[in-house]
């Protein structure tokens, strides 16, 4: 059976220069099983056909309301009866604004409250638009209302500026309509607008209490339009020029989970020890090598992000006084003094504005009781641990891995061994279900 079989979908369009994208996200739908009919405002015949849409749909395309001919056809309370679910992708800033006002002045917003079927809105828009207060307060109230939000993605914009508020691709569309459909849905998180997101003559002066709040939606399985910064491999700290102490991780769990993460829409920022392991698609990747450059790296990229995940191997000590040329064998014993590096998890979470952290825990033993110790200790949300030294289970380089998922206060999850593409998946669920029951 097919994802969307028998859904009946109303593909509203309007007016953005995104909705060349709509006819794909058509087709995408239709490849689903879906059956889709569109309704496009005036705005968005400026930019495409309906001529389009009537071809790859093979069904009328709907533009008017106060049209006798159209009415007698299929009018607009027989549309807003047949739909199963309404998604409006692109949806303008304007749209936005006429739909939280309850406007009904043409026919896709009569249809919208002439519906009890489902909404969700893909918005794209210019950045700014996306992050000015007042598009940021009408779509808080089309949530507060139960509409659903699909993106926006951040990235590269048709105006040739960069930042969050492009259309989500019409795949990643078509997946969460499909998580939608089968009921995955989880609660709408209101995430605060990242500061450089500020317009100007916008309220930016409110007290920090009071900022206005930009608006990400977190569906289970999906984590769109999250921003995830994780941390993966090794540190190496240097003795001299040619030698260094390092360990054993090979990076590859924390590359499934930037990966995966991906996958399920977040924007991510992956730093990276020395690893010879390839960037996942889409992911953007920082090079460090010591603890300290890591521990730098990772202050900075967690500045407004939502999620971080420290699966890195970070050397707790480094060399104290690195020789600066190579050291000369001369005597039986040498000593090097270490000193601690700092804790990039604890001072993390110790942010005034932190983000939902979630640490990794290698143990030989006592698994539960270090993990949880670390837990609180660390006051994370969540920490993965698992059992290392067996023979069975090498973890370090293997692609295999399982996991016991600690939460406060006596939550926990297993997950059972499998490949680290498929615990990271699992994992990465437990934190959008815990983000949206923080
Ligand atoms: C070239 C061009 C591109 C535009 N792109 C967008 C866009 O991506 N998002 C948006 O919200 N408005 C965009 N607009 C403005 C909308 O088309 C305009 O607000 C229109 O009234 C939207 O009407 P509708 O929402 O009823 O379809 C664009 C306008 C022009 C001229």
Known sequence: MQALQDKKILLGISGGIASYKSAILARRLIDAGAEVRVVMTTGAQAFITPLTFQALTGNPVHTELLDTAAEAAMGHIELARWADIIVIAPASANLIAR???????????????????????????????????????????????????????????????????????????????????????????????EADNHVPGTPSDTPANQQPTGVKTALRNSLAGLHIVITAGPTVEPIDPVRFITNRSSGKMGFALADAAHRKQAKVTLIAGPVTLETPTGVTRIDVDTAKAMHTAALKAVEGADVFISVAAVADYRVENVAEEKIKKNDDNMTLTLVRNPDILASISALPDRPFCVGFAAETQHVEKYARGKLKKKNLDIIAANQVGQSDNPVFGSDTNSLDVYWPADGHRRIASATKKQVAAELLDIIAERLANR
Do not use: K, Y
């Open 99 to 193: 739909l939280s006002h309850g406007f009904a002045d043409d026919l896709l917003t009569t249809l919208v409250l002439a519906s009890d079927a489902p909404l969700l809105l893909a918005p794209a828009m210019n950045r700014l638009m996306w992050s000015n207060a007042a598009t940021q307060e009408n779509t808080r109230t089309l949530i507060a209302r139960g509409v659903t939000l699909l993106g926006p993605d951040e990235g590269a914009q048709a105006c040739g500026e960069t930042g969050a508020g492009r259309m989500l691709e019409p795949e990643d569309i078509r997946d969460l309509v499909v998580q939608f459909a089968n009921n995955e849905m989880l609660s709408q998180v209101a995430i605060p607008v």
